[in-house]
Nanobody
Framework: QVQLVESGGGLVQPGGSLRLSCAAS??????????TAWFRQAPGKEREAISF????????YYSDSVKGRFTSSRDNAKNIVYLQMNNLKPEDTGIYFCAAGRGVNPSTRGEFYNHWGQGTQVTVSS
């Protein structure tokens, strides 16, 4: 049974940092053609893909809203994907989900991903 478990969310002041983790069991995130993505659902807004990291050529993607502040990385030995979030802003508040999917062309579309975590809450507030 495949499971993705996010952790590392919490309450942080604007300008602060958090590191989210997505631990996988039942699948190997570093296998070729697997992509692990981070989605965010802010209050009252649709879920959006903010980052992904693929095992094939280690491609990465960042949405304009997080580019330069967030960094995805993967620890194949631990089978964990991280999202380092720096210089957090109130608009980064939301539930963060990790998702895994397999295919040659990584995507920001939710339909590409067939495994999802339960989400972790991030709140940026003073």
């Amino acid at each position: 049974q495949v499971q993705l478990v996010e952790s590392g969310g919490g309450l942080v002041q604007p300008g602060g940092s958090l590191r989210l983790s997505c631990a996988a069991s039942g699948l190997t995130l570093g296998l070729r053609y697997y992509t692990t993505a981070w989605f965010r659902q802010a209050p009252g807004k649709e879920r959006e893909a903010i980052s992904f990291i693929s095992s094939y050529e280690t491609n990465t993607y960042y949405s304009d809203s997080v580019k330069g502040r967030f960094t995805s990385s993967r620890d194949n030995a631990k089978n964990i994907v991280y999202l380092q979030m720096n210089n957090l802003k109130p608009e980064d508040t939301g539930i963060y989900f990790c998702a895994a999917g397999r295919g040659v062309n990584p995507s920001t579309r939710g339909e590409f991903y067939n495994h999802w975590g339960q989400g972790t809450q991030v709140t940026v507030s003073s």
